[in-house]
């Protein structure tokens, strides 16, 4: 079914998934469009974005965030439009950028929520490099790492949003950059189009020799998407002084529990001591203050202008979509930033 005027699709929690999410994990069901009241406003969803924090929230664990309830519509954010409106601040026709989750609509009292106007030119760039991907990019890179002109600077995921702004920022700040990408079509785009010195290929069978091999003066910055065995071929290159903005972990999101295999722990803290490395964890809206975020949008919008910047948007079609987009995505066969047109 399609998104219509009678019926509000959602996409709720069935199950919390133990391991790699499936087909039981999520559902599609449906209930009635609610009807603002006062001080509040409908929005139907346009564009939903999918990120990998969300597998975060499918577990019951302590964490930075609530998790969503068994039942309960799953967390995301969305560009919407206000379709009625009884605020102010917000006008039917308007587009905006909300949590509502993954559903057709939602009401909303307007507390956190921007405006973006009735005719934003690139609605969906307000989930990726306009929105908190490039932020989370711009602020992990600059305010923790403070890449200097020389630095090898090296970066994994880096055909998504986050690793491609990452690597693009280096450059621009004068850096070499080596991205590292799943397989021969990422690595050739991350070269020939985003621009970075080199890319390596993590499902190579001589992956950390290759990558010895493209940081020929060590890394001075190692910025932290997927952990494993990214990380652990990195650490023997790092530099005196390295810092690493660990950002996220993705090749560890689906793990059940613990590792198998010998304790990586004596070498990565006895890395960290040896080599003095500044490792620095962080959540985007929690570790900046928020006049940064305008820094960020003066600067981003700059370099898109300046033809600086390249964003690659995956697109897919229909709510209905989402779980399996989403799945893929944890799994690296998204190519961009995935967005699903609601
Ligand atoms: N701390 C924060 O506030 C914050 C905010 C936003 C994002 N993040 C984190 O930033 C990271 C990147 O986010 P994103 O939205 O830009 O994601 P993304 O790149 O669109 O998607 C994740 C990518 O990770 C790679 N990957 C998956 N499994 C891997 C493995 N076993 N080894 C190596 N690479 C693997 C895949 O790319 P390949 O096919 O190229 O390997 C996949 O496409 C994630 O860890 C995310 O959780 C953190």
Redesign the pocket.
Request: hydrophobic share 40%.
């Given at each position: 079914m399609p998104q219509n005027a009678q019926t509000n699709r959602r996409i709720v929690l069935a199950q919390r998934p133990k391991g790699a999410p499936d087909a039981n994990t999520l559902r599609m069901d449906t209930t009635a469009i609610p009807s603002p009241g006062p001080g509040q406003m409908l929005l139907r969803s346009a564009y939903l974005s999918l990120?990998?924090?969300m597998r975060g929230r499918m577990n019951d664990a302590k964490s930075y965030a609530e998790p969503v309830a068994i039942g309960g519509v799953m967390t995301g954010q969305v560009v919407a439009e206000v379709m009625l409106s009884n605020l102010d601040a917000f006008t039917p026709g308007d587009y905006v950028l909300a949590g509502n989750g993954w559903q057709d609509y939602a009401l909303s009292d307007g507390v956190d929520v921007l405006n973006l106007g009735p005719n934003p030119a690139n609605p969906s760039w307000a989930l990726g490099i306009m929105g908190?991907?490039g932020y989370?990019a711009y602020a992990?890179l600059l305010k923790i790492a403070e890449p200097q002109p020389g630095e090898t600077v090296v970066v994994?995921?880096?055909?998504?949003?986050?690793?491609?702004t990452v690597g693009q920022i280096a450059k621009i700040k004068g850096c070499r950059v080596v991205g590292?990408?799943?397989?021969p079509e990422?690595c050739a785009h991350v070269v020939d189009v985003l621009g970075f010195d080199a890319c390596i290929d993590?499902k190579a069978p001589d992956f950390a020799a290759q990558l010895k091999a493209a940081c020929p003066s060590g890394i001075d910055v190692y910025f932290e998407?997927?952990g494993?065995?990214?990380l652990y071929a990195v650490l023997p290159l790092l530099n005196a002084f390295a810092r690493i903005p660990?950002?996220?972990?993705?090749?560890w999101?689906n793990l059940p529990g613990l590792l198998d295999g010998p304790d990586m722990g004596p070498a990565i803290m006895g890395t960290i001591l040896r080599m003095k490395v500044k490792m620095q964890?962080?959540?985007?809206?929690d570790?900046f203050p928020r006049s940064l975020y305008a820094e960020f949008a003066r600067d981003m919008t700059g370099w898109l202008q300046a033809g600086k910047m390249h964003y690659t948007e995956q697109m897919i079609d229909g709510l209905e979509a989402a779980p399996q987009a989403f799945y893929d995505?944890?799994?690296?066969?998204?190519f961009?930033?995935?967005v699903v047109k609601v």
């Open positions: 990120d990998p924090y908190m991907p989370t992990g994994a995921a880096a055909t998504g949003p986050v690793g491609a590292i990408a799943g397989g990422k993590h998407n997927v494993g065995k990214v660990v950002c996220g972990v993705v090749s999101y964890g962080f959540i985007i809206f570790s995505l944890l799994e690296g066969r998204s961009g930033k995935m």
